[in-house]
């Protein structure tokens, strides 16, 4: 695993008595709030907090803001970033107290559904899944009895879920194989599989090996039925046990949603900073999303849209098999916390 650190931004006030009165309304972030007026309170000692993410735009562009803009230090808190190739091995080392927060896409949003973490924050609404084909392989119905390979668990299983019942087929109609991403990018490109669950960028690096390849199907062909958001998961034992830390967290990403929205061509660059890759790339990801300011997002906790968005989600994996029925959002989603953490 790749570690970023950050330093944790603690500020120690030295006063004499005459000052803090003064001083007290100052108060650092990390600190708590003076308990009688007479004078600021300890700082307030946040554990480390492990946050990891997957290694492309989306998954990765607000803790390269984060880091960047010194987003950790301002908010009192030191982070570890360690870098995983999917979404359900995150919430695995939630599970596991290997990890406090994670990133997922809408493909393992059945994961905190089920109990196994809860939805910190919403990050993207994603058009970058396809269902992608060799070429000679035109319609959906032909991948009936084909081998598929896709990323188990993932927002490219959810996909080829969906575009299978489209045309009536389902997943027992094909041979799907379970793969890890940079598997299925090898698989397809050398023809071991005739389709593939897939999601871009990877599908850039599958374009130029495969030029003609057939895409069959995408997000936008579903968005009347499900929207496809990309989330921040937290582990309940850490929530519960670290409130402060978890509004401090909460914080951050909400500056960098702002300067994400507002900066997408300086993100990609700090993206790409970040994950030493190509900007271009990273650059083309960004298209294939929308990103929300946090105060849109907290518009759309409070009039339920987020709340609708999970539960279209949680039927479709009821309906995948994934969930017996469908979960209350309100259960899993820290709605509440993330817009109090703008306040």
């Given at each position: 695993m790749n570690i970023r650190k950050s330093r944790r931004g603690i500020v120690a006030v030295a006063v004499a008595a005459a000052a803090a009165l003064a001083l007290a309304a100052c108060a650092p972030a990390a600190q708590a709030p003076a308990a009688d007026g007479e004078g600021a309170a300890p700082a307030v000692e946040f554990p480390k907090v492990r946050f990891g993410y997957i290694a492309d735009f989306n998954g990765a562009s607000l803790l390269a803001i984060a880091d960047a803009e010194g987003l950790w230090d301002k908010h009192g808190l030191e982070v570890e970033t360690p870098v995983f190739t999917n979404g359900p091995l995150q919430i695995q080392a939630l599970g596991t107290n290997d990890l406090d927060f994670g990133y997922i896409g809408p493909g393992a949003m059945w994961l905190p559904a089920s109990g196994q973490a809860e939805v910190a924050a919403i990050n993207s609404l994603g058009n970058a899944d396809r269902v992608i084909a060799q070429p000679g392989i035109t319609s959906l119905k032909d991948l009936k009895g084909k081998k598929i390979a896709v990323p188990e668990g993932t927002s490219g299983d959810m996909i080829l879920t969906m575009a299978l019942k489209s045309v009536g087929l389902t997943i027992n109609d094909v041979e799907k194989v379970a793969m890890d991403p940079a598997t299925v990018v090898a698989a397809f490109a050398s023809q071991q599989v005739d389709a593939a669950g897939i999601w871009y960028p990877l599908i850039n690096t599958i374009e130029a090996q495969v030029p003609d390849l057939e895409i069959l199907a995408e997000n936008e062909d579903f968005s009347d039925e499900v929207a496809f958001?990309?989330?921040?998961?937290?582990?309940?034992?850490?929530?519960?046990?670290?409130?402060?830390?978890?509004?401090?967290?909460?914080?951050?990403?909400?500056?960098?949603?702002?300067?994400?929205?507002?900066?997408?061509?300086?993100?990609?660059?700090?993206?790409?900073?970040?994950?030493?890759?190509?900007?271009?790339?990273?650059?083309?990801?960004?298209?294939?999303?929308?990103?929300?300011?946090?105060?849109?997002?907290?518009?759309?906790?409070?009039?339920?849209?987020?709340?609708?968005?999970?539960?279209?989600?949680?039927?479709?994996?009821?309906?995948?098999?994934?969930?017996?029925?469908?979960?209350?959002?309100?259960?899993?989603?820290?709605?509440?916390?993330?817009?109090?953490?703008?306040?």
């Open positions: 958001p990309s989330a921040f998961v937290a582990n309940p034992s850490f929530t519960k046990a670290n409130p402060e830390a978890t509004e401090a967290v909460l914080a951050v990403l909400r500056e960098a949603m702002d300067f994400r929205a507002a900066n997408i061509d300086e993100t990609v660059e700090l993206t790409a900073k970040m994950l030493k890759g190509d900007a271009a790339g990273f650059a083309s990801d960004a298209k294939n999303a929308k990103y929300l300011t946090a105060a849109e997002l907290d518009a759309l906790t409070e009039d339920g849209t987020v709340a609708t968005w999970l539960t279209s989600l949680n039927e479709y994996f009821v309906s995948a098999g994934k969930l017996d029925k469908p979960t209350d959002a309100s259960t899993y989603y820290l709605g509440e916390q993330f817009v109090s953490a703008g306040k």
